[in-house]
């Protein structure tokens, strides 16, 4: 077990690790020392070493070090063997992930020759194609996928693997609308929205990935949350750019950090105004989590029964979603 650990912390340097999760230092007096401000905890000076030799950290200001392992388990609150297995993860996505790259281009494909996808999005309100194009959005109209991957050599025990095809041999995605999830920049899982009497939405049985469009929106100082792709793709054709997306309410550690790492960041949280108030409460929670950080959160509230989507769809302006978030109460 040890050697398999070092063997781990050895293909995966500490501080190749911090730089994937947007570390920024500077050399710290010689060349295998680099000090930046801490991951770890909210704070104004950079107290947080990294011994590029020693493959070790430090914080002199929340006390705590150790090797990049410890660093996984205070970073995303997980247990050691939990630890282990999310480096593990990330040191083999490179297996899927372009399997996962075509199966979305080869739906991109099918949306510009699918009426009735598009139409579904022209339903749902998303309509501007530069939109459409940078949020990846796809059409998968079932019962084709399998062929198509099989042309380009993946094998049909992979795919299941994957759960892109099911045991039966079917697609797993059928008369849905497509999104990619990625993280570090690379395509973790795709979620599907069905368009017809199906469930409403799917993930594949894995990760859901970091905030959705995080390398776009991850230097803006007021940062706009959002429930679901199709509030952020109506958000975002409205002219608000600095709106991320965490699919659902409830936030990874990972998407907690990324929403929060960030000194001085005004977060505006607008969840669906549901009827049995889940949406509101989700939002009162986080709201409360990130003001502990010290993060500025404000809840927005939108006319009753609606989220962005349907929001925008019933005809609000810009102006209109503006003046709610001038209106936003902050915790």
């Not at 959002?226 to 709106?243: I, K, Y």
Request: net charge neutral; proline share 5%.
């Amino acid at each position: 077990m040890g050697e398999d650990l070092e063997r781990l912390k050895q293909r995966f340097p500490l501080l190749e690790y911090l730089q994937r999760h947007n570390w920024s230092a500077r050399p710290a007096g010689t060349p295998q020392e680099f000090v930046g401000l801490c991951p770890l905890h909210r704070e104004s000076r950079p107290s947080f070493y990294v011994n590029v030799r020693k493959n070790l950290f430090y914080c002199h200001g929340c006390g705590r070090g150790g090797d990049l392992i410890r660093f996984v388990e205070l970073f995303l609150n997980l247990p050691f063997h939990q630890s282990i297995a999310h480096l593990q993860r990330e040191l083999t996505p490179v297996s899927t992930s372009p399997l996962l790259e075509q199966t979305l281009a080869f739906y991109q494909l099918q949306l510009h020759r699918s009426s009735e996808g598009a139409r579904y999005l022209e339903q749902r309100g998303v309509h501007d194609p530069a939109t459409i194009e940078e949020l990846g959005i796809g059409y998968a109209p079932g019962g084709n996928l399998r062929r198509h991957l099989a042309t380009l050599g993946y094998s049909l025990e992979l795919l299941r693997d994957i759960s892109l095809i099911d045991h039966q041999g079917r697609d797993a995605f059928c008369r849905r609308v497509i999104f990619p999830c990625r993280q570090y920049g690379q395509i973790v899982n795709l979620y599907g929205r069905s368009i017809g009497t199906a469930f409403p939405h799917r993930l594949l049985p894995r990760s859901k990935g970091g905030l959705v469009a995080w390398d776009s929106v991850r230097r803006s100082a007021t940062v706009i949350l959002v429930e679901g792709l199709f509030d952020l793709a109506v958000v975002w054709q409205a002219g608000f750019r600095n709106t991320t997306c965490a699919i659902g309410t409830h936030l990874t550690p990972l998407q907690f950090h990324q929403l929060s790492e960030q000194p001085d960041r005004v977060v505006y949280i607008v969840f669906d105004q549901d009827a049995n108030q889940a949406g509101q409460c989700a939002a009162h929670q986080l709201a409360q989590r990130l003001a502990d950080v010290k993060v500025p959160a404000h809840v927005v509230q939108l006319p009753a029964g609606h989220d962005p989507n349907s929001y925008f769809v019933a005809g609000a302006t810009a102006g209109d979603f503006t003046d709610c978030l001038e209106r936003a109460q902050r915790l």
